[in-house]
């Protein structure tokens, strides 16, 4: 498939109804449940469309060789993009990182990207201030109309930039609020079915938690618990009259750190993520079109509304799984699992990663594995490397924390 099919199919699905995902194929609707099922029974996929797909894109190597987990990790540099909260921990005085990730590689894509940088720094030992700009990059376009004619070419593109602020609240407790922007120039100035599409913009807001909690013992240890509710805010319009829900989500995050001695660091953690945005229903007679929902009442309706009832609440929950291995504070080895319903997209992946660190500056690399065979399922990072440059700039208050 060509770079502008995937672009405008993409884009074909943003803009219909959330109903788009209505029965089709040979999903058909059980008279006596009103759900829709396959010919033997199981039930019809899923998945929820959002907007601006590209924020829910993990934009560093390190928590994307560890399944892409991170709401719990060690306050860094990119912490802004997981849980803003983890930067009233952090040991050093500032830290900036740069990440490069190629897009959709594996299909012989060169020229789409995302990316990333971020960086924060300490305004005492209770406060921190954070920034990041994400900019995705789909290449040179050419447009074309239903008959294949050209209608000339463009370089669609979307950015986000974000501003945190984090602080403790207690000994191991604190908190982390930022705001983003957001804009999304997918087909300035074209038309789909007579329709003239327009850059879309919003705003969002993130809030998050951590409590750190320590261990006494031989070893020196923490368990991390992190909360992260991010991207809360407006829906975003790229055509007259309508407008669409962004990938608004909650995430809960777990991570044990221990230190088994001055040379010997292990940290394991686990991600569960849920978007806040409502399922697509399966008939319109079953309640209004979501997409008329209100923002608010969007969120609270999203763990309720699934045409499966609990068992689909439950699907929809995404799951990361990592491990991070470090000696002497220099060398790093990092894997993750990630996995997705079958029902809700099917995502399924193996990660793999390692770090390396000299004085001031480090460098995490991360490598995907899907487990799907099909291009339908597996990842667009799928056998793609992609790396983060780091800079972290003080001295540490103690023994560096993963």
């Known amino acids: 498939m060509r770079k502008e099919q995937l672009l405008l199919f993409s884009f074909f699905l943003i803009i219909q109804s959330p109903l788009w995902a209505q029965v089709a194929g040979d999903c058909q609707i059980n008279p006596e449940t009103g759900l829709a099922q396959l010919p033997d029974g199981s039930p019809c996929p899923n998945a929820i469309p959002t907007a601006v797909p590209f924020l829910g894109i993990t934009p560093d190597a390190r928590s994307g060789a560890m399944g892409d987990a991170g709401i719990a990790l060690s306050g860094d540099a990119n912490a802004i993009a997981y849980n803003i909260s983890r930067l009233a921990f952090a040991e050093k005085d500032a830290g900036l990182s740069l990440t490069y990730t ?41 447009y074309t109309d239903a008959n294949g004619n050209s209608q000339g070419f463009g370089n669609p593109n979307e950015f986000v930039l974000q501003l945190g602020y984090a602080r403790k609240l207690g000994e191991n407790f604190s908190m982390g609020v930022g705001g983003k922007l957001i804009y999304s120039n997918l087909a300035a100035d074209q038309f789909v079915n007579g329709t003239e ?93 979501y997409s008329t929902l209100p923002v608010f009442e969007s969120w609270i309706k999203s763990f309720s509304d699934g045409p499966g009832g609990a068992s689909e609440e439950f699907r929809e929950i995404t799951y990361s799984v990592g491990a991070e291995y470090w000696y002497a504070d220099q060398f790093a080895v990092r894997a993750g699992y990630f996995y997705e319903s079958p029902l809700k997209g099917n995502r399924k ?48 208050s103690g023994r560096r924390r993963l």
């Open 197 to 289: 599409i327009q850059p879309g913009i919003a705003g969002a807001a993130d809030i998050s938690f951590l409590y750190k909690v320590p261990f006494e013992g031989y070893y020196d240890q923490n368990f991390n618990i992190g909360l992260s509710l991010r991207n809360l805010g407006s829906k975003i319009s790229y055509v007259q009259d309508r407008s669409f829900y962004i990938p608004a989500s909650i995430g809960l995050g777990l991570a044990y750190e221990v230190a088994f001695d001055d040379y010997n660091e292990l940290t394991l953690t686990a991600d569960l993520n849920k978007l806040l945005v409502p399922a697509p229903q399966i008939d319109t007679a079953l309640g209004r079109e």
């Open 349 to 396: 992946y193996l990660t793999l990663g390692m770090g390396i660190k000299y004085n001031i500056v480090g460098i995490n690399f991360s490598y995907l594995i899907s487990t799907q065979n099909t291009l339908q399922a597996s990842s667009p990072l799928d056998k793609t490397l992609r790396f983060s440059l780091l800079f972290d700039f003080g001295e540490a």
């Open 102 to 142: 190629p897009w959709l590689k594996n299909i012989g894509l060169d020229d789409v990207f995302l990316g990333y940088v971020s960086g924060y720094t300490k305004i005492d030992e209770l406060q921190a201030v954070t920034g990041s700009l994400r900019y995705f990059s789909l290449g040179e376009i050419n």
